[in-house]
């Protein structure tokens, strides 16, 4: 291939024709890379592409620059050589975690390494992506072409009328967790069967949500297309509603989503309007890119998640309008509610690990006031049979998220769940805890962050008391009769055990327990 180097001028020509007899070396490359260049991905198995920025210096045989990434880029170092081009991201070291705090140090972000190769105004560039090399083709852009598109105009903001929807917190699947972008067409109708014939929709589970990478672009008026993985949603939606189930999709306020697919960005009504046609039962709107271009403030997030919010209200379809803005501005406190969102993120993604699981389910209690019916915190989709937990782990997942009454979207392969994980996932006398008519919310017993004792009052008089060990080996956990309602205070209360399904007794002035390594013993007490 013709590489960089090529003479365009006749000084450079002479050059050339010196280094061949080699009497110079060439020191200064001649052709200039430097400027704003974009450099674009094909996705073979979705027929998409991915877009990805760069700004390069070239000064001599040296590069330098930035991969061009918000909130802040990432410096870049190379070089060209004898028609060669090599550079590699140097990403900033990780924050050290905030003073006290016990929480395992973020890791250090990887280099990312580019070779490549120059012709006729093109770069291709390779690198190594999780399943071998990712060639992108790159052509130089103006610097605007690399920026984010300028804010639109948000509306005033108002209340939103409450819709009615999501009296008690959803219950569904989602795909993000296991499938991330290997979402397709046919995995959601294997779910929507799994959902029906593993008894998960006898249990209450109901919405079938496709999350980020199902989108491709817009076509001639604009209007938002699937990519081919899903190729008639018309037709899918009609599958999932046969099975007697509900069904979801995910956009973003920005241009972007998370995963850099098509927002809804300057098309919120139409997208909306499309969705409601497609027979879209759920939305999930993922701040994502519109952070790139909005302020992240209160009033600001609030009117952009309000826009999609009145679009949904006008298409006169109930759907279920879900917020992730990763519990940006406090959105507990009003202003999810206020923009329509039946349901909003409080934290950062869940990952399929203890740590993970604890961190964020813990951190929930606190908010536990701020829900209420139509209206609930969302700490993320369960991880319960993904793999990288303990049933015991798992069992501490469903039995916290249902005391913060979260909502129970499942994350796992429903199509092959093993029986432990079915016991988890469909623990009816769980999940009624979750469901419970008249919420009240969960409030702290004791807690010395190693031993969590919970209560929840329920709507019959009864309460859950669930008994959480954080810690590494089997401890002991009680709590005390006098902490209970007055009702339940005496000593003839019933006591029953929801994971090991049986009656236990409660002796003298208080209730004790071995509880498992990171695992619960969740009871509910009623009057006699
Ligand atoms: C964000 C969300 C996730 C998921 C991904 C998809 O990270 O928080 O739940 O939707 O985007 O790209």
Redesign the pocket.
Known sequence: MHRLFRASTGFFAVLSCCVLFGMVRPSVAQTDLSGYWDARTQNPSDGTFRDTYFEIRQTGETISGMLIRRPNGIPITGSIKDGAIHFVTVPSPPPPPPAGSTAPARPAQRPIAYDGSYEDGKLTLVTQGRNGAVTSIAVKVPKEATMPPAPLPLPALKDLADNGLAKTPPMGW?S??KF?GRVDDASVRGMADAMVSSGMSKAGYVYINI???WELGRDASGNITSNKKFPDMKALADYVHSKGLKIGI?SSPGPK???S?EGSFGHEEQDAKTFAAWGIDYL?Y?L?SGLDIYKDDAPTLQAIYQKMGLALEETHRPIIYSL?E?GRAAVWTGWGEKSGGNLW?TT??ISDRWESMDRIGFSQIKLAAYAKPGHWNDP??LEIGNGGMTADEYRTHMSLWSMLAAPLIAGNDLRTMTDETKSILMNLEVIAIDQDPEYKPVTSLSSDGRIEVLMRPLHDGSVAVGLFNRTDAPAEAQFARSSLPGSLMGKEAKVRDLWKHEALAMEGDSFKATVPSHGVVLLKISAR
């Open positions: 989602n993000w967790n991330g999350d980020d990478t995910y989503t998370c995963a697919y999930k993922d994502c992730c990763y993120r950062g993604d993320d989709m």
